[in-house]
């Protein structure tokens, strides 16, 4: 008996056979909108494209005012966070491939800001509550020891200790998929909370105790309900849940 093997040449072929995707997109412009609404682009892709791809096409060929941030392209900048279908994800890591439609059906993709930030034009939000928070819990090395004469040591396993939570790009796509921040946008947000995490848990840095003071308050790491939505959108795989969970162990047992 013998086991029919794809083509490679017609499965090459698929892969740039052109198709027609759908975007519904939630736009908004203040100087005429009162309220956001859907829009439906005709789009042409490729198996292979990005979903940014299909904004830019939706820009240049169809509607010059549609607005959206985007920078490196490579999921490395975390400005192109936006909800697709639903989900939290980067456009330009978002393969057509992965959204179509089986069977050769029609696919539409529906695209919308990311929740709990207000939507200044299109996809478009206000960052700064975002920027606020990320700051509030002082997100540096922070250590009051004479400065060495060479760099500050440390051991491979000191480095493993943080190493997760240093993948955070800021893109807001864990905090804004978070229920307690839609509802609370005081709330610090998972993101500022893996960013404590990281300089929490760096053995060269002499400041835990001032962000453990932070985050203890009303609007810090105990309003975190435990969803696990932050880490289900974390286009990094950071274990967002997890690093909450320890940083509430620190304050619990007053031990890094």
């Known amino acids: 008996m013998t086991t029919a093997t794809a083509d490679p040449a017609v499965a090459a072929s698929d892969e740039h056979t052109p198709i027609t995707v759908t975007l519904k997109i939630l736009r908004f412009n203040p100087e005429v909108d009162t309220e956001p609404h859907w829009e439906s682009y005709d789009v042409p892709a490729q198996r292979t494209d990005r979903l940014l791809n299909l904004l830019f096409y939706v820009k240049d060929y169809i509607d010059g005012t549609f607005s959206f941030r985007r920078s490196c392209a490579h999921g490395v ?3 192109d966070a936006m909800q697709i279908n639903g989900i939290n994800r980067l456009a330009c890591k978002v393969l057509m491939k992965d959204l ?3 069977d050769g059906k029609k696919t539409t993709i529906t695209i919308a800001p990311i929740k709990g930030l ?3 034009k299109d996809l478009y939000v206000d960052m700064d509550p975002f920027f ?4 509030a819990i002082k997100p540096y090395l922070i250590n009051y020891s004479p400065e060495p004469t060479r760099e500050r040591l440390q051991s491979q396993a000191d480095r493993d200790r943080f190493d997760d939570t240093t993948k955070c790009i800021l893109c807001a796509c864990c905090t804004s998929s978070c229920p307690v921040y839609w509802n609370d946008g005081s709330y610090f947000g998972p993101a500022a909370i893996v960013n404590a995490h990281r300089f929490i848990f760096d053995s060269r840095d002499e400041g835990a105790e001032e962000r453990l003071d932070i985050l203890n308050d009303g609007e810090g790491v105990w309003r975190c309900r435990t969803t696990f939505n932050c880490t289900d959108a974390c286009p990094r795989g950071i274990q967002v849940t997890k690093a909450i969970q320890e940083v509430k162990r620190a304050l619990l047992f ?3």
């Not at 606020?132 to 700051?135: G, K, Q, S, V």
């Open 77 to 79: 900048c975390g400005s």
């Open 100 to 102: 179509l439609e089986k």
């Open 118 to 120: 207000t939507t200044l």
């Open 132 to 135: 606020e928070a990320y700051r």
């Open 254 to 256: 007053k031990r890094v």
